[in-house]
């Protein structure tokens, strides 16, 4: 079993559109056309049982939008993630729209939606999400879109977590982004979840068992940040690791499953 925790897809009108564009600010081929169709496709033959999509609104306007697609796809082998924008004034009826639709967490990306993750103008949305028992996976460490400006650094999520204790947080990119060090240093060991979007793209081997290690397995989710990583190379690249097979399948299906309330 193996449940990708973090793939992005979108309408097929908007994917024609958003993946060059995506890709221009990445410099990063794109590994699927970001269409529904083909992402499953793709996690298929990457042997990907369960993908889940991380669904973000950049507008407060596409909040609506967003979260009614991702409601409207989510089924079989696909979850789905909502957002919510921290400029909507709606927001909590998108919060409660998003519980009462089955989706499985919440999707903020600091970047994209222009906040800094321990700013105070965002904790009230941080109550609300633990109060639903919501899972919230935030974009973690550096990003192509602001490559000088850390929204959301190590020190900052952890801040963020002591704050929040009931607040289900999954740092995305084994806690930041090409921030290991930091991350090994201030981040790993606390009560949250990373995910291992990227890692065989942009985290040393080497580092990234520790990271695992000195953070426990336990709160480690696979991931490939699809499409901008393909599943099958993050999933070769922790099979190479000198990970434990027990570790492994935690991070592989396990703990995902625990998360989202999934069968095993």
Known sequence: MIIDAHIHLFPDPIAQRAIPHLASICKSPAFTDGTLAQTEQKLREWGVNIGVAMHIATKPSQQKSVNTWAASIQGGRLLCFGSVHPDAEDWPEALQYIKNAGLRGIKMHPDYQDFFIDDKRLFPIYDAIAALELPVTFHAGWDPLSPDCVHASPAAIKRVAKLFPKLKIIAAHMGGMRLYDEVEETLAGSDLFFDTSMSARLCPPEQFVRLVHKHGADHVLFASDCPW???????????????????????????ACELFHLPI
């Open 229 to 255: 990583s393909r599943s099958c190379d993050e999933l070769q690249y922790i099979e190479a690791s000198s990970l434990s097979s027990a570790e492994k399948e935690k991070i592989y299906f396990r703990n």
